[in-house]
């Protein structure tokens, strides 16, 4: 006869139960006190042994698949299938299955396993249970996740650089649902490309780098955001984290889409750092086959696509990111200036920040700071490090 | 013989008998456990035998035991029906606290052994009090405090043992040092490596012991229980162990290594009692597994018992809960 192997009663607080990996397969000899499967709880991840001698005769719920407490996984025979007929009982007399058979008092009609996680099904993931929750948040698949914790087990952390990489498309079922605001300002970014276009002319004769608009971008905002700590911040679960570096998300487009790649310490490199990390990121992202970008959960991301011309627009905040700054491509604009018309280089930034980062007071100065430093950019030639110390 | 010094043939039979029968029956209730068959929690002792039935076995009837949110081995050993104790964890009527306990609650007042308290520690003033009421009325009885290496740097530890020791409180305080308070190991939380150490603190004598070994256990605690009992005061013991299982059902244990539980199997107080049996008082082989038998077989009935039994009735869900005003003088 069969007896069914279930899912005891692990004392999880709530949440789902998912069995993590089967350790046997249909047919195995498996003894009184084997290891049969692991569950993962919300409190930990526990092997359930087997209860008696036997053979695994049929696994009703693979691995990945969430399950009620008291479901029944697998049954167990006292013979092997193969050799029913001739093969005794195993100790039939003292382990039997049958001998710990008793009314079943706790658990009335075990529940079937139910397949709420399909997307999970194929094949065993290791994973936290808040990376689980993460993903599942984000909704991005852990097949798909290489784990960066012991034996590749999947933390949150490699959910966010998974979702990152991947960009936008899979994280916009969680924008829609990140309370945000938007607030832009003009900016006069002439003396930038006034610098842009000597530094060029330099480099042409000594070999140097030639730099971006972006670059003077990415600076500005790493000394904005060293300033604004309420934005240097990242949202981990329900809660906020304020981080000590100062973590800038670039943007990137893609054949696949925006991806974002991280400059980390953003706040610590000198100008000519800012210039050549961002373009060997950019490398990294877009030519295949090179190792992957380092990215990881910043405060903030970048958007200047200054191929597309477009005027001015607002950047989706990445998951886990507080805000995120798009920047509209240079033009030639008419302004009043002491009261003449004058022909400057406008940009417009557009900043938008998590509902539970800031009211507003934050965005604002960042941009005031971010416009000041653009417009007078010599000091960003200077690294922030130096002007610290 | 040394052992032969320490007790005869038929008293480490006996004690032979208890382990076993605590042991077998954490293990029956896990594999009911892993079938779903057990409702509410377990906090298993597999592994400690030999502290909860080598002091015991030193006791008298009337002597008084208080124990933790492990109790299941300080009640089996000091003489709490396995009936009882199956039908408290099924939640019946029948069961040592009427249903209203659950495994965390046992208690088996008409042996000595006091309800026993969940909270880490805080049985330990509570041995004291009933200690000092013996003192006071004159018995020679004894109060033993059973808890683990997590009660140490409970406030209740100090207060409870200093009163006993200024007092001369007839009690005895055993600390199973199974080196985890549920996941925290003792080196995280306290620095001296011989918790009885803490004894010279209150004026007491202290002794650290193997509590693998159920001779060690039994001799020492006999000591501590006589000193106890002439009224010279209390002592504090420690006994050196191990859990096999986490801390409760659901706890993997993944915070030891392999080789840790491996090296304290190693020392079973179950193998090495059997061993001595065999080798110092010439039993066989048979003799032994036949005590097994009759454990198992009463294991096995007390939970038949449990099941069967009746649930407890609602309208006495007041009883025993709160004193009857009526009663108090």
Known sequence: MSVPIIIPDLGATGGDVVLAEWFVKEGDRVHEGQPLFAVETDKAVSNVEAFCHGYLEHILVAAGETVDIGATVATLTESSVATEMQRPPINAESNGPSHLELPDSSHSGAPTANRLHERLNSSTVFASPRARRVAAEIGV??????????????????????????????????????????????????????????????????????????????????????????????LLGDGVEYLEDVEIGLAIATEQGIRIASLHEADRLTFSEVVSRSRHLIKQVTCPGLPEAAVSGGAITVFNPEIFALDQFTAVIQPSYAAALACGAVKARVVPRDGQLVIRAIMHATLSVHRQVDDGVAAATFLKLLKEQLESPYGLLMGLRSVLS | LITSRIVNRQQLLAIYRRMSLIRQYEDYLYKLFLQGKVPGTLHQCQGQEAVAVGVCENLRLDDVIFSTHRPVGHMLAKGVSANSISAEIWGKATG????????????????????????????????????????????DRVAVS??????????????????????????????????????THVSLTTLIEDLAERAAAYGIPGETVDGMDVLAVYESAGIAIARARQGDGPTLLEYKTYRYPGHSRGDPGNYRSQEEVAHWKARD??????????????????????????CLTEIKQSVQFAVESPDPNPNEIKTSVFKDRRSVK
């Open chain 2, 269 to 294: 107080p179950i193998d090495r009692c059997r061993a001595v049996l065999t080798a110092d008082f010439s039993c066989t082989t048979e003799e032994l597994d036949q005590v097994d038998d009759e």
């Open chain 2, 146 to 183: 059973f808890f683990g290496d997590g009660a140490v740097n409970i406030g209740a530890f100090h207060e409870g043992i200093n009163l006993a020791a200024v007092r001369k409180a007839p009690v005895v305080f055993v600390c199973e040092n199974n080196l985890y308070a549920a996941s």
């Open chain 2, 96 to 139: 040592c606290a009427g249903g209203k306990g659950g495994q965390m609650h046992l208690v088996g007042a008409s042996v000595g052994a006091m309800p026993s308290n969940a909270i880490v520690g805080a049985n330990i003033p509570i041995a004291t009090g009933a200690a000092l009421g013996f003192l006071i009325s004159g018995s």
């Open chain 1, 141 to 234: 698949d852990l097949k798909y996740i290489t784990g960066s914790g012991a034996n590749g087990e999947i933390h949150e952390r490699d959910v966010h650089r998974s979702a990152e990489q991947l960009g936008t498309s899979l994280a916009g079922a969680r924008i829609a649902e990140v309370p945000q605001f938007c607030a832009s300002i003009e900016i006069d970014v002439s003396d930038v490309v006034d610098l842009q276009k000597r530094i060029a002319e330099t480099s042409d004769e000594r070999g140097t780098q030639a730099v971006s608009v972006s670059d003077f971008i990415l600076a500005a905002t790493a000394r904005a955001l060293r300033k604004v700590p309420a934005l240097n911040a990242r």
